[in-house]
């Protein structure tokens, strides 16, 4: 069963094993064919196989890639992938729906958390996908899909651990590294019984993968010895257990620290759930510059009993998020607009500059291992004030009304959409979309007012400004937008003297009260 051929290409000799099985009609046994018999037997049987696509991507570069969620259809699609790009380089394809980021089941984890996973991961991502008609066949024969995934990656695989470990004055740091034979770039840890090593998590006969941010597969034992020596009284490392590391290697998988389990990790991001009394949130929002030279959006002056008070808030963290959305690409008025749309609740993710630090040097995300006060604090009494004490104007914000940021590619027919405006007047609107376009697919709708064009603010500008910008953009165009009806509401919303004041300027620095 089996015959080989040979062919010649440009390239060399191409060998080309034929797996068809000769037959040969006996009369005795009937016209049944043997191989039509097997192909029949495996197709009944066949198991849909995800597919693991490991994702790198230069400083700078995207993914290439689209993930959405479409009416009528289940499961986090794969959309818009781009010819020649990151995510196609590695085997995702049109429609596949995802199952897993980087060993983390997410079929049935709500979309925004799925896409906060992707942009977490840094330059490396791992996802593991199902083309999707397996996907469909798999859910209408009712397959667990979680319980494919992990047999697929098999059960024995667990994940690497991200141990942070302080010098102990007497044992010091209670680690030390064996390289494994005719293996370079790997070491084994041997480990002083009680010592810091082991009490931060890491165990006897892990392997190493990563210290202080630097993978260590291409390092040799004496650039290692070096690199502990300049580390001081504190390293952070990546380890993972032999058994584990074998399957890793086995399926080709990277072990990424956005897999770990963190262990005595000394600063932590933390998610505070605030709800807005009679005189707002409490504590005092400010644009500062550090010595670094970093800018950043800082908590300050909370007020005694306050509801930033209640929820945890601390002077000097530094805002990360807002109700999910990262703000580091978001000047101050825009974070306070946030806010605004927000309701009577807000959801802030706050780190501490030091943890901020820590998390740089390492080239983590501070977002990845975050704690969510919110839950223990859901149960301390944070109630809204009375009805009569809040703005009749904040009733009417429906919560759900938040700027869109709709980001796509142009297609055969262009992006899809036309632009509009009032005569003479700034300010642009979206005054058509196309159906079944990129634009339409990406979130467009008929009314939407234009508030950015790649990452500008042009509320005050001219449509023919606007359509320069897009131009300038090339093939790709990148828009927040948002509903008329909520725009008209947050702009004739007057800033209430505490809730959210009029923004300053004091040598540079742009502060609000919330």
Request: with cysteine; hydrophobic share 35%.
């Amino acid at each position: 069963m089996g015959k080989k051929h040979n062919m010649r290409s440009s390239s060399g000799l191409v060998e080309i094993i034929s797996l068809t099985e000769k037959f040969t009609f006996n009369p005795k046994e009937g016209i049944d064919n043997p191989v039509m018999v097997i192909a029949e037997e495996a197709d009944s049987l066949s198991t849909p196989s995800p597919r693991l696509c490991v994702l790198k991507r230069e400083e700078g570069e995207t993914y290439s890639f689209h993930l959405r969620v479409e009416e009528g259809r289940e499961g986090h699609i794969i959309r818009n992938v781009m010819l020649g790009g990151v995510a196609e380089r590695s085997g995702l394809r049109d429609g596949d729906r995802l199952l897993e980021v980087n060993n983390c089941y997410v079929d049935d984890v709500p979309h925004p958390e799925v896409a906060a996973k992707i942009r977490m991961s840094g330059n490396q991502l791992c996802l593991s996908v199902l083309d999707g008609k397996e996907y469909e066949q798999a859910l209408s024969q009712g397959q667990d899909l979680r319980g494919l995934a992990r047999t697929h990656k098999g059960e024995s695989l667990k994940p690497p651990r991200l141990c942070h470990i302080k010098r102990d004055p007497a044992s010091g740091l209670g680690i030390n590294f064996t390289p494994v034979e005719g293996e370079k770039g790997r070491f084994s840890v041997s480990l002083v019984a009680g010592g810091a090593a082991a009490k931060a998590g890491v165990c006897k006969g892990d392997r190493l993968v990563w210290m202080n941010g630097a993978a260590v597969s291409d390092l040799s034992h004496s650039a290692l010895s070096r690199m502990m020596k300049k580390c001081g009284d504190r390293i952070t490392i990546l380890v993972i257990d032999s058994e584990s590391e074998k399957c890793y290697l086995q399926q080709r998988m990277p072990i990424l620290p956005s897999m770990a389990v963190p262990h005595n990790l000394p600063y932590r991001a933390r998610k505070l759930l605030l709800v807005c009394g009679s005189e707002g949130y409490g504590f005092l929002l400010r644009l500062e510059k550090a010595p670094s030279g970093r800018t950043s959006h800082v908590l300050r002056e909370m007020d005694d009993g306050s509801p930033a008070q209640r929820a945890g808030m601390k002077d000097g963290e530094i805002l990360l998020e807002v109700n999910g959305e990262l703000v580091e690409s978001l000047n101050h008025q825009e974070i306070v607009d946030r806010v605004r749309l927000s309701g009577q609740k807000v959801s802030l993710t706050t780190i501490t500059p030091q943890g901020l630090d820590f998390y740089s040097k390492l080239g983590l995300s501070p977002l990845l291992f975050c704690e969510d006060d919110s839950v223990e604090r859901e149960k301390e009494k944070m109630t809204p004030a009375p009805a009569e004490e809040q703005s009749p104007q904040k009733e009417e914000m429906d919560a759900t009304c938040k700027p869109r940021l709709c980001t796509f590619q142009k297609g055969p027919l262009g992006f899809g959409f036309n632009l509009g405006c009032v005569p003479q007047s700034p300010g642009t609107f979206i005054s058509e979309v196309a159906y079944g376009s990129f634009g339409h697919d990406a979130g467009l709708r008929v009314g939407d007012v234009v508030m950015e064009v790649n990452g500008q603010n042009v509320e005050d500008k001219y449509l023919e400004y606007v359509i320069t910008l897009i131009k300038e953009g090339g093939h790709f165009v990148s828009m927040k937008v948002l509903d008329k009806t909520a725009y008209s509401k947050l702009k004739q919303i007057d800033a209430p003297t505490k809730d959210i004041t009029d923004s300053e300027e004091e040598e540079n620095d742009e502060i609000s009260f919330l």
